[in-house]
């Protein structure tokens, strides 16, 4: 059981890390809202990105790492894993805040720029919003992984 969930924390890991990669690759292509059908393309394939592939492996991730927690003794004082839980969960929370909600949201005023619903003035004001977060995870995620390898000795104190 240990080595499964090592595994799957790996996978999702690497999932995490690729999406987000490809998130801030995608953004700086991105052409100008002016060029409508373009940005409405791109931002849809974004929204694809964080829904299909960074969500469930930001979500495999934390629960991987909970259950590995959880069924390894050695994990309950180990102050490394509770540092990286706590550092996933925050991943977690601005997942949701600063990737997937913007992006979705993005995506839907493109398409409704592109039927004529939006004004094609509003879009593109998260863009550097969207990049700083990213970066900012992609510098949490790359942490986790090398506190993970590392594994310095903070031990929780006990009473």
Known sequence: MRRLMKFLHT???IGLMGAMASLVVLLSVTPPPTALAGYALMRR????VATWIFLPSLA??????????ALNRAFHDAGWAWVKLASGIL????????VQGPMQREADHSAGALAGHVDPATLAGSLWA????????LAVA??????????PRLSRTRR
């Open 130 to 137: 969207e990049r700083s977060t990213l970066w900012v995870l």
């Open 11 to 13: 996978m999702g890991a």
């Open 45 to 48: 394939a974004m929204a694809a």
């Open 142 to 151: 790359t942490f986790n992984v090398v506190f993970g390898i590392w594994r």
């Open 91 to 98: 991943m977690f929370e601005y997942g949701f805040v600063g």
């Open 60 to 69: 495999l991730t934390l629960v991987a790492g909970l259950l590995a927690i």
